[in-house]
């Protein structure tokens, strides 16, 4: 099977949140990558390095979530109206998560969802708040997937 290219990019500013750099390492770890360019640059965004991580989109045998926690089932935390919409915002992040190549807990978790729901966050401002979330993220998903 050949391996199918794809490319992702991070901006990772000296002064940014520590969670980017999480998501970068994450990413690194989770796929076959093929080669990784860094730049030193001054843009619209600010002064930082750009990452361009070129990755080979044929990742099945690339590790899965850590997963140390134990299994929650959703069906009795959420009321069946929250259940409904939780169960969209992960079908929507598992069709992103395949247009892009990488794992859905890249996305969100399925604790993020269920926090979205839970707490009404219905704008990506107020997923500033969720642990672990950065502004990458917020700014690449938060309209897409806030309720």
């Known amino acids: 099977m050949p391996l199918l290219t794809q490319y992702m990019s991070f901006f990772v500013s000296p002064f940014g949140e ?3 750099c999480d998501e970068l390492n994450l990413f690194l ?6 080669n990784v360019e860094k730049r030193l640059i001054d843009g619209d ?11 080979g989109a044929d990742n099945k ?9 134990p299994k929650v089932d959703y069906r009795e935390i959420l009321s069946d109206r929250e259940y409904t919409l939780f169960d969209k915002l992960r079908q929507l992040r598992k069709e ?14 399925n604790d993020h ?16 708040s969720l642990p672990r979330v950065g502004e990458a993220r ?5 309209n897409i997937l806030t309720p």
């Open 113 to 128: 969802l269920a926090a979205m729901i839970k707490n009404n966050y219905d704008s990506p401002k107020a997923l500033a």
């Open 96 to 109: 992103l998560a395949e247009k892009q190549g990488i794992p859905v807990y890249a996305i969100f978790t």
């Open 45 to 55: 965004r600010g002064t930082g390095w750009l990452f361009l991580v070129e990755f």
């Open 61 to 69: 045998n690339q590790p899965s979530a850590p997963n140390n926690a």
């Open 138 to 142: 917020i700014k690449q998903y938060g």
């Open 18 to 20: 520590k969670t980017v």
């Open 29 to 34: 770890k989770s796929h076959r990558i093929v």
